[in-house]
């Protein structure tokens, strides 16, 4: 009673009235809650100032925090803390894929979101990190896993995949078939065997395919090769690899061994224009042919000093081109090795007219040759290629120019 007593006036009367003050005014009702979206957007902004502040901070951890305070917030943290997911190690994409797949089990029809989660939480999946920690026999474990998780996953904007993992037919099937492609607006790192693809139908590639299927596709990496420094290609005057690397940047290219094919226009032949395209980088460009039979031999470009400006060795492969020079009168090129199957006095003419210009020439390498020893007639020295080597390096040996063998020795 004391509790409720709050008035009581004349209190020195002999009977003392009690009154209790009854309140006239309703109870101030309770705060309403703040819509989830509103507390989304919150923890979202959280999110981006923390990684802001501190790269190094783990977004999951950050989310699983928040997770962990109450119920309502676990509501709005969860999805967040899934929609970016970043993969580094083959057991992390495991449990994941475990994850998704029993929840999707456990899935059914009768609700009214067709997917299940927490797989359509995600928006952004990132296995780029797996290049580093990946062994080659890990390959088939994860192919089996994307296989299975693509499906997982229908609500995917952003896909980065590994080019360490080769797709398998079975894996970009099932990411080409798979709900919810339309909705896919990045798509990087994807590595398939050029051979799942036929070369009369493009509609057979299962890449095209795939690429058919993702309408709003804003960005798309084939290839993103950055330390890329050497590269070999052989006998391949054209294929989708060439085509997809003539429009990548290839910043620290510095080697190339290639097989000219200049008498085969563009797109029959790539290769001239991937000269024109990373020529400017190539410290080291070697011509070569395979030999086999029936061997064709196909010119290189005459403009190699137009397009590769800056080469310090320089491998020219048969029929030896008529090189010539962006501008005769006031350039001077840094090259210092020269190469060239056999000497030849057409080229020898060529090379004649180049020296002025080649200030740094230390040495031109006769690759498919070598000096007969000291022990051999002067007779023998003298006649056949033999004798066109002595002569090449009697007129180069004036300028401080050596001559050097297949095994890159002076004559002894």
Known sequence: MSDTLLLCPRPLARYAGRLLLLPLLPKRPPLKSLPSEIWSEVFSFVLSESLATNPSVDRARLCMSLVMVCRRFKDVALPLMYANVNIRTVSCLDKFTACLYAADQKWDSIRRIPYSTPGRWVQVLDLSGLTDTLDSRQVYTVDLLLTKLFPLVPLLTKLCLTPAVPLSRRALSSLTNRDGNSSLQALGGICYNVSFHSPVATGDDPFVRLLQKCHNLERLEILYLPKLHSLTILSIPASSLLVSLLSNGLPRLRALSITPYDDIPYPAS?????????????????????????TQLHPSPSTLFHTCPNLRHL?????????????????????????????????????????????????????????????????????????????????????????????WQDMP
């Open 270 to 294: 790539c290769t001239s224009c991937f000269l024109d395209v990373h020529g400017q980088s190539l410290y080291t460009l070697s011509f070569f042919t395979p030999k086999s039979w029936p």
């Open 315 to 407: 491998s020219l492969e048969y029929p030896l081109p008529d090189l010539t020079l962006p501008d005769p009168t006031s350039t001077t090129l840094p090259l210092q090795i020269m190469s060239i199957p056999r000497p030849d006095m057409r080229f020898w003419r060529v090379l004649e007219r180049l020296l002025p210009c080649l200030p740094n020439l230390r040495a031109v390498r006769i690759r498919d040759v070598r000096w007969l020893c000291s022990g051999m007639s002067i007779r023998a020295q003298e006649t056949g290629v033999q004798g066109e080597l002595r002569n090449w390096r009697r007129r180069l040996g004036r300028k401080g120019i050596r001559v050097l063998d297949a095994d």
